[in-house]
């Protein structure tokens, strides 16, 4: 026993060390060995060498195996040979696993009845070249399962069937698992008789599925600004390759290098915005190379930035999504069952949740009527987006303007809860990038007035089932300890402000009384009056005194305030932000005032290392505002918006498509309908 350990050992080591010539000497003098297990999960040397990639070795294990020698060693010859680990995985399914196709080749010719075999969860190798997104696995071995229908003249789906679905899920379902979204648009070719509406374990359909992955679509993507604006540069296809290729599934799989969507993203007759700002079929000579040259010269960026490579790669994954996202919209009839059984929500109403609009856009482009759509609780999908504050497919839903609309946002569940109510419920998905507690009710103040423009007035007053509260009664319950976090969030900010306001004033303030160069003894003028050096010190110091006197002033009236709930929606946000800008002001002030002194002091004796001392003086207060600056800018950035916002929808003149849509509904029918 403890040779054969050593044994397991030796060729364990030979394999770790990659010592190829070294292992073929050995098992061609030891070649029993070849059927044992080599590790603890009874992997054996055809299993290793399948890990290690090195064809070489694998075709004369292969060989020896299959050979003469244990023919002529035991009778039977193979099958004694364990082919399977602990796993249930032959060597062919670890070689599907890699996406090694030669690797595949070899295997195939020796031994064809690897392709049929399945491991403990029930996968056959072409199953699992799906599981890791292995496109050319599946390709070769979906060639070489044709060809075993043919000679046995076997039904082609039913022979596929047995290696398209395992005990838990579809290849279909694995492929979007993991994010091999190419591979998924393989397998959704009609040759592949995958079912798209099969349920895996979990109950969820191929679409559910994906409709349940926001990061995969550019809508759920979270971009930064500069990501966001090269990603609008990068171009949406490869023309360095072949465009003679058709675009279609059915015809020719995708590859990498294939244009995998033409893409109409100019902007249609409802306003969709274009996503591509560079043409993506070009028609003529001139646009086909003018794109090309496009194409090269972000290729020769991209060699030399690994991060634009990465976002042009998303980007193209993202194509890819929503071709897929069209195709598997088409076999989706989830939504005409009005009522789900409420484990999973449907294609439709998961996208509305995780606010992908590619998702949405394309089933109403197949199904408009699909938006009536309602789960379990008798919610549509309005009731759905307001609850997850998903703003931007909301303002797409009413660009639309259906004309069914002003019915489905004025819906009542069967809770008694309407939009406004969903509205008011304090939202687990409160927009993150709003640090701080009330920022973040400032996001549902907004988010509460912004729905309330779509509702009539009766729903205002209407009292719901569960709590028997009206949306702002509600709102006010469901934000009361959001509320209380927010004021005690504005005093821990204000107080720290007003230490370091309090702080730059007396520093300011002192600096009047010590002049810089000194003052004349008898007249007491200051002896450096004439130097411009020291008018900026004074113009500086008198400006970095005010503005901190100021920014003092306003964090007190904040400190001072009722804090009211209607507070945090713009008052309190517009005193915060006056009052920063005037600290950062001041701050700035006091830094100039600080060079212009430093410059008086040692210009004379250290003229050229003036410039790198003031650098190096000012780092400190700079570095401060370098880490205020995104407190600053959110809280400006949300709070000057809302109030633009509401400066032009008081202009009577500006009257969106889907408001006019909404009146004239409400003026036709009445209420009776709510």
């Known amino acids: ?50 890990y290690s990639g090195n064809k070489e070795l694998v075709e004369t294990l292969l060989e020896m195996v299959y050979g003469d020698n244990l023919r002529d060693y035991f009778f039977g010859g193979p099958a004694i040979f364990q082919k399977q680990n602990a796993f249930g995985n032959t060597p062919l399914h670890e070689a599907a696993s890699i996406g090694n196709v030669d690797m595949v080749k070899i295997i195939m010719e020796k031994d064809r009845e690897q392709l049929n075999t399945k491991n403990k969860r029930g996968e056959t190798p072409f199953f699992t070249a799906a599981v890791y997104g ?37 290849m279909l379902h694995e492929a979007i698992r993991g994010y091999y979204f190419e591979t998924a648009l393989e397998l959704v070719n009609p040759e592949y008789h995958i079912k798209r509406d099969c349920e895996d374990v979990n109950r969820m359909t191929c679409f559910q599925l994906l409709a349940n992955i926001p990061s995969a679509f550019e809508s759920g993507y979270s971009f930064g600004i500069l990501e966001k604006l090269i990603y609008l540069c990068l171009p949406e296809d490869d023309y360095s390759k072949n465009k003679d290729e058709t675009n279609s599934v059915s015809q020719v799989p995708p590859t990498p290098n294939t244009d995998l969507e033409r893409g109409d993203h100019s902007k249609d007759k409802d306003g969709n915005k274009n996503v591509s700002h560079f043409p993506s079929s070009p028609n003529t000579a001139f646009q086909k190379i003018t794109a090309k040259m496009y194409v090269i010269l972000w290729s020769i960026i991209a060699k030399g930035f690994p991060s634009i490579k990465d976002l042009w790669d998303t980007k193209k994954k993202h194509s890819i999504v929503v071709e897929l996202s069209k195709i598997l919209a088409g076999g989706d009839k989830s939504w005409q069952d009005n009522i789900t059984d409420g484990q999973n929500d449907t294609p439709l109403l998961a996208a509305a949740r995780n606010g992908i609009i590619e998702i949405i856009e394309a089933i109403f482009n197949l199904f408009p009527q699909a938006i009536e759509h309602e789960n379990h609780k008798r919610e549509n999908i309005f009731h759905v987006v307001v609850e997850h504050r998903r703003r931007q497919l909301l303002e797409y839903l009413l660009r639309t303007c259906h004309v069914s609309y002003p019915r489905l946002l004025w819906k009542i569940n069967q809770d008694g809860d309407g939009i406004l109510h969903k509205a008011a419920y304090k939202s687990q998905y409160s927009s993150r990038e709003r640090p701080g507690e009330a920022l973040r009710l400032q996001s549902d103040i907004h988010w509460f007035e912004r729905v309330k423009k ?20 509600l709102f006010t319950k469901e934000h009361k300890e959001l509320v209380k976090n927010g004021q005690e969030w504005l005093i821990r900010t204000t107080n720290s402000c007003i230490i370091v306001a309090v702080l730059i004033a007396t520093v300011a303030f002192t600096s009047i009384y010590t002049v810089p160069g000194g003052s004349d003894p008898k007249t007491g003028k200051p002896l450096l009056l004439t130097k411009t050096p020291f008018t900026v010190f004074t113009a500086s110091d008198v400006a970095s005194l005010c503005f901190a006197f100021t920014s003092v002033v306003v964090f007190l009236s904040i400190s001072t305030s009722k804090m009211n709930e209607r507070d945090f929606r713009r008052a309190l946000p517009l005193k915060l932000v006056l009052g920063l800008s005037m600290l950062f002001w001041s701050v700035a002030a006091l830094m100039v005032g600080f060079a212009a002194t430093l410059d008086i002091t040692i210009n004379q004796r250290l003229h050229q290392a003036t410039a790198p001392i003031i650098t190096i003086a000012c780092f400190p207060v700079a570095f401060f505002l370098l880490l205020q600056l995104p407190l ?19 202009i009577p003149q500006r009257k969106c498509k889907s408001s006019s849509c909404i009146m004239r509904y409400q003026v036709s029918f009445g209420h009776s309908l709510c």
């Not at 009766?458 to 709590?467: E, F, G, K, P």
């Open 1 to 50: 026993m403890s040779s054969t350990y050593k044994t397991r050992s030796f060729c364990y080591y030979l394999f770790l060390k990659r010592k190829w010539g070294r292992m073929r000497e050995f098992y061609s003098d030891n070649f029993l060995n070849i059927c044992l297990p080599h590790t603890v999960f009874k992997d054996t040397a055809v299993h290793v060498a399948v």
């Open 134 to 170: 292995n496109t050319n696995v599946i390709k070769h071995l979906a060639a070489e399962i044709k060809n075993d229908a043919m000679e046995h003249a076997d039904d082609h789906e039913r022979l596929y069937s047995n290696h398209t679905s395992s005990h838990d899920s579809t």
């Open 454 to 473: 779509l509702v009539p007035p009766h729903h205002i007053n209407h009292l719901n089932h569960h709590d028997n509260l009206t949306p702002h009664a």
């Open 632 to 650: 600053y800018f959110n809280i400006t950035w949300f709070t000057i918006k809302d109030l633009l916002q509401t400066l032009v929808d008081c």
